[in-house]
């Protein structure tokens, strides 16, 4: 059983582009939570779907970012007009369903911008 | 506003030395997790503390959880380099809420 994927592994991106980030949960599991991990400010949490919806996205900034979790395919994570602030390292973690703790990590994205 | 404060931030060890890393959390919720984060990679789960009282070992880390003092902690024993590394330890919101709040990490050095 495969563990959570994440692509691209590593993403850079000029300042002004848009960073698209994708997560394909455990085989079984319908939620994702995604979270990032900035370098002085540690892991926090940004946002958690389910398939088609949008459970939790109280850590998500209020501008340029959105996720989704369609019925069909990854996660996505997506990031427009990136700033360099942007640059940080993002993670998923699935889980296989209501009721249950565990998280399973993704290997993140890390991202640049330039 | 929830909040996961770890401590010492930084742990410079001998090998063979023991130690404790602490882990106090301000939420209702009494599920503790504790994550190991090697440089440039993801989390490996350690431990899920889910009860007062809980300890679990594992080689040579040993977790416990303190629902009353809202306090968790991590103890090493007999350290080796190979357990260098960044320690999380993290809560998530208690009931149906499970996204997590992180402290900030122990980043532990074991040195020869």
């Known amino acids: 059983n495969a563990g959570v994927m994440q692509n691209p592994r590593h993403l850079v991106r000029r300042r002004g582009q848009e960073a698209r980030l994708r997560c394909s949960p455990m085989?079984?599991?319908?939620?994702v939570y995604w979270y990032r991990q900035l370098p002085e400010e540690g892991l926090k949490f940004m946002v958690y779907l389910q398939k088609e919806n949008i459970i939790d996205e109280s850590g998500m900034p209020k501008e340029r970012f959105s996720a989704e979790f369609p019925k069909e395919g990854p996660s996505i994570l997506r990031i427009q007009q990136v700033v360099r602030g942007d640059s940080a390292a993002y993670f998923c973690?699935?889980?296989?369903?209501?009721?249950?703790?565990?998280?399973?990590f993704g290997p993140g994205t890390r991202l640049t911008v330039t | 506003e929830l909040k996961v404060e770890q401590n010492p931030l930084f742990l410079s060890m001998q090998e063979g030395k023991n130690y404790t890393i602490y882990c106090n959390y301000s939420t209702t919720s009494d599920r503790l997790y504790w994550y190991r984060q090697d440089p440039g990679k993801s989390l490996e789960s350690l431990f899920v503390?889910?009860?007062?009282?809980a300890v679990k070992q594992e080689g040579r880390l040993m977790a416990s959880l303190d629902t009353k003092a809202r306090l968790s902690t991590l103890h090493i024993t007999a350290a080796v380099h190979d357990l260098s590394a960044t320690y999380f330890c993290a809560v998530d919101g208690g009931g149906s809420n499970y996204k997590l709040t992180f402290g900030k990490g122990t980043l532990l050095t074991v040195n020869p």
């Open positions: 085989k079984g599991h319908s939620h």
């Open positions: 973690a699935s889980s296989p369903s209501t009721g249950t703790y565990e998280q399973y």
């Open positions: 503390l889910l009860s007062n009282g």
